[in-house]
């Protein structure tokens, strides 16, 4: 099946129209963003009889959203190298039959990513640390290093590629953190957390520690001057995605007093 470009937001609807019936597996969870990828040229489909792909154009991949009512209809697109998120409630375990189907379609097992939340009165106090200095990014070049340093940390599929033409509004918004010492005189940079903050939840978006500095609580200084910025009460919320495979990083968040909130996303590839 071949790729085609949705031209109007009139045509997703159509999409979601015809192939979101009751019963039906999706996760189109791009609704409220549609429109806007539509206008920039990133939205396009392959329609079935039954179930409906569409695909969002990432920086070298295409990021599938489905629709399924038929799990013996399969679509295939070959030569494109397609990612999907497959959201479940991790305590009632993986949707079966729609993991099966992507992999009828050539799609692969990649990586679980759990979230987890915490209300500032549940989380444990800031650890004192006087030799990491945690501020938010004072530069451009500063936002670029920290980008620089998410994209080489983490899985490009699974995560958030943020493109530099945004850099300049979250350096004036503050949304970016900055670790470093001095050494010896000179600033070094140690890691970076980038936040978001949506319905007055505090999100954690991208966190990433030098490997250099790694072992010296860098992480645990930037979560904990994360939490702080945003406390506005005892109720203040926090959010987050983490991968289940990276226990180092699950410690951390479960010793601040996060909890897994019941609710994973499986990855799934086809290269």
Not at 104 to 126: E, I, N, S, T, W
Not at 133 to 142: C, E, R, S
Not at 162 to 167: D, N
């Amino acid at each position: 099946m071949k790729l085609k470009k949705i031209e109007s937001f009139l045509r997703y609807q159509e999409i979601v129209e015809r192939y979101g019936q009751k019963g039906c597996t999706s996760n189109d969870y791009i609704q409220r963003e549609a429109a806007d990828i539509i206008i920039h040229d990133n939205l396009f489909e392959c329609c079935g009889e039954w179930n409906a792909f569409l695909l969002v154009k990432k920086d070298g991949f295409w990021r599938v959203y489905y629709y399924l009512n038929d799990f013996d209809e399969v679509l295939s697109l070959d030569g494109e190298v397609l990612e999907t998120e497959i959201l479940f409630r991790g305590i009632l375990g993986e949707p079966a039959e729609a993991v099966a189907y992507m992999e009828k379609c050539g799609f692969k097992r990649h990586l679980v990513r759990d979230q987890y939340a915490g209300m500032y009165k549940d989380l444990k106090p800031a650890v004192e640390n006087e030799e990491i200095i945690v501020q938010p990014a004072q530069t451009l070049t500063g936002v670029q290093a920290a980008f620089e340093l998410f994209n080489q940390s983490f899985d490009k599929y699974s995560g958030d590629y943020v493109s530099p033409e945004v850099y300049e509004v979250l350096l004036a918004n503050h949304s970016v953190l900055f670790a470093w010492r001095k050494n010896e005189g000179e600033v070094q940079f140690l890691g970076a957390l980038h936040q978001t903050v949506e319905n007055n939840v505090a999100w954690v978006s991208h966190v990433a520690v030098k490997e250099a500095a790694r072992g010296h609580h860098v992480g645990q200084a930037l979560l904990d001057a994360f939490v702080e910025r945003n406390m506005v009460s005892e109720k203040s919320r926090y959010m987050l995605w983490v991968q289940h495979q990276n226990e180092a990083a699950v410690r951390m968040y479960e010793k601040k007093g996060f909890k897994y909130v019941g609710k994973s996303s499986l990855s799934m590839i086809k290269l």
